[in-house]
């Protein structure tokens, strides 16, 4: 299809930054632009009808790593490091409720709990042994003892005694805040082109053309905030990584209140409008799961059926309302890829299960290399 005259003129020309992908880094990365090029022309393109990779497809913790998860983290990396990482999902969450507001995103803290299996008993133990050193090792990021036991007051079946519980943790109504990006991203005059993928792009020196599924465009400099889709336009080693959820229908009287990890974090949990929104289980076919494609299986699907009926809701009659999958961008680090890639390209790609907590960074971040 050719474009008109009025078309290209209003929508395409002149374009200084153009951000690919309106996941939560690329709009937070087009609202950072806005605020240092207040007259700059910024545009947006966005293969979905809505934005069709993680930000709308997430659990909405807003969390800073299970202790086992950090634990597993200083196997791995210095003490500075691991430090540097939660401090980093701190700020992060941080940012978000300054630029959006807690109402906005419906931020409701009431901590978040890791529950260990029976099975796991090594596990377990170790986690309570370290509770002590974690808690001092992390207390420059959160300001006092962020970790503590809890004992299993919402009855969960099949687990240790005790939950080792953050209380900083908190969640948040996803759609609420990638709708209200979506808003200030408007109010901000910044374009908006969904529906349009991007194919690729030749960096000219001073100019960009990028071609895109429909037409091609110029542009002066490129933004690539795709996240689990950055190997389509980068030569980034970002693995694609699909995480299927199920969420039930309303529960009369549901108890269960936070957020929840279990399994060493391969299955996670909420409560959400009465609801129990319950995801994972990429452990039980990780090569299956390392796709781009949406969807869900039988083998995942079965799984967390079965466990959310056998330990999270044992006693209470539960029925599924809903199911789906969301693609994220994983890597052999857990450190987002934020740089510039040539002359006029920039990404910030590769935020593994932890965008909602530093993404409004990321965006940020990304901006700033401009
Ligand atoms: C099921 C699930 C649960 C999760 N739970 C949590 C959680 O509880 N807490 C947490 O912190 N994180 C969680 N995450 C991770 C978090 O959602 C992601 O890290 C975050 O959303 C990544 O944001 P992004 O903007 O980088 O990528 P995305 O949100 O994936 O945005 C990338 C956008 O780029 C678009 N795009 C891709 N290629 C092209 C192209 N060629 N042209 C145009 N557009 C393109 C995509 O359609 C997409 O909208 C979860 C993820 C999933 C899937």
């Not at 207040?38 to 497809?57: F, H, N, V």
């Not at 960096?203 to 889709?229: H, R, S, Y």
């Amino acid at each position: 299809m050719n474009l008109s005259y009025w078309e290209y003129k209003t929508w395409l020309s002149n374009i200084d930054f153009t951000v690919v992908g309106s996941g939560i880094v690329g709009l937070n990365c087009a609202l950072s632009l806005r605020e240092r090029f207040p007259k700059a022309k910024i545009l947006i393109l966005e293969k979905g009808t809505l934005p069709e990779g993680a930000s709308t497809k997430n659990a909405g913790f807003a969390c800073f790593g299970s202790i086992s998860e950090i634990l597993a983290d200083l196997e791995h990396h210095s003490e500075e490091e691991v430090v540097e990482l939660v401090k980093k999902r701190w700020d992060g969450i941080q940012l978000l409720r300054k630029n959006l507001g807690d109402t906005n995103i419906d931020f409701q803290q009431h901590g978040g709990h890791e529950l260990f299996l029976k099975s796991h008993d090594t596990l377990y133990q170790s986690c309570l042994k370290e509770l002590k050193k974690v808690n001092q090792l992390l207390k420059p990021v959160f300001g006092e003892k962020a970790f503590q036991t809890n004992e299993n007051s919402f009855n969960f079946k099949n687990i240790q005694e005790n939950y080792i519980t953050n209380r900083f943790e908190a969640q948040i109504d996803t759609g609420k805040m990638v709708s209200n990006l979506l808003k200030l991203v408007q109010k901000n005059r910044i374009g908006i082109l969904n529906s349009i993928k991007v194919e690729g792009f030749t960096d000219n020196g001073d100019m960009l053309t990028v071609k895109t599924d429909q037409f091609e465009f110029q542009t002066k400099k490129l933004c690539i905030a795709t996240n689990g889709f950055a190997s389509q336009l980068l030569e980034e080693t970002v693995k694609p990584a699909r995480a299927q959820v199920l969420i039930t229908k309303p529960i009369k009287n549901l108890h269960i209140k936070g957020t929840f990890h279990l399994d060493e974090g391969y299955y996670y949990f909420r409560n959400i409008d009465n609801r129990i929104l319950f995801g994972g289980g990429r452990n039980l076919d990780f090569q299956g799961e390392q796709t781009l494609k949406f969807g869900e299986t039988d083998l995942i699907q079965n799984q967390l059926e079965s466990i959310l009926k056998e330990s999270i809701l044992p006693s209470t009659p539960f029925e599924i309302e809903r199911r789906w999958s969301g693609i994220m961008g994983m890597g052999n680090q857990k450190k987002p890829i934020v740089k510039q890639v040539s002359n006029n390209v920039f990404c910030g790609v590769r935020l593994g299960g932890m965008g909602i907590a530093i993404g409004s960074l990321v965006g940020k971040e990304l901006s700033e290399l401009l």
